[in-house]
């Protein structure tokens, strides 16, 4: 793992984008973000025991094993969104993006790779990239009912009682 200011350059977004400025993982807790990396499965175990999460599924995001809708797939995960839910996501194999939206609404980059596990609080905004490596296999973790339907930026989204109870969280 490892966090950094994007660098808001053009560009395909697959490309690291590193402005060459870290993040802290200090920081990165203040936006509510904690990490692992997790060899063992049996950890992943553990901690989704711990925080109480009942469901998993499992991802694979690559032009072999989506065909030609990989590129699709990629814009729309690509759009910066929302959940109300807690989402964990734990890399299998591969490696990817995720941006999140920082305290001054820039954006963050962290840049996950095999056996990195990431827990992202409901209410912050974010989008996901796969690398030039174009793969990612990922286990997506739920508490319950997977509901985890990105709801894209938008005014409404604002206003969404998870994304308050967010910004409260976070002290501003
Ligand atoms: C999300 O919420 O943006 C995703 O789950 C992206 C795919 S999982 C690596
Ligand atoms: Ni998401």
Do not use: C
Not at 29 to 51: C, M, Q, W
Not at 97 to 109: I, K, L
């Amino acid at each position: 793992m490892k966090a950094y200011w994007f660098d808001n350059l053009p560009g395909d977004q697959r490309e690291p984008h590193d402005s060459g400025r870290e993040v802290s993982p200090e920081y990165l807790s203040k936006l509510g973000i904690l990490h692992f990396n997790y060899p063992k499965l049996e950890d992943v175990n553990t901690l989704a025991a711990e925080r109480d999460y009942k469901n998993r599924d499992e991802i694979t995001i690559s032009p072999e094993s989506m065909g030609e809708v990989y590129e699709t797939k990629v814009k729309t995960f690509f759009h910066e969104h929302l959940h109300e839910d807690e989402e964990i996501r734990y890399i299998l194999d591969g490696g990817g993006f995720f941006d999140v939206r920082s305290e001054g609404d820039d954006w963050v980059r962290i840049k996950l790779d095999k056996h990195d596990l990431m827990i992202m609080p409901a209410g912050i905004y974010h989008r996901f990239t796969t690398d030039t490596q174009n793969y990612t296999k990922a286990m997506r973790l739920f508490k319950e009912d997977p509901k985890w339907t990105p709801l894209n930026r938008g005014g409404e989204t604002d206003n969404n009682q998870f994304r308050q109870d967010y910004l409260k969280s976070r002290g501003g």
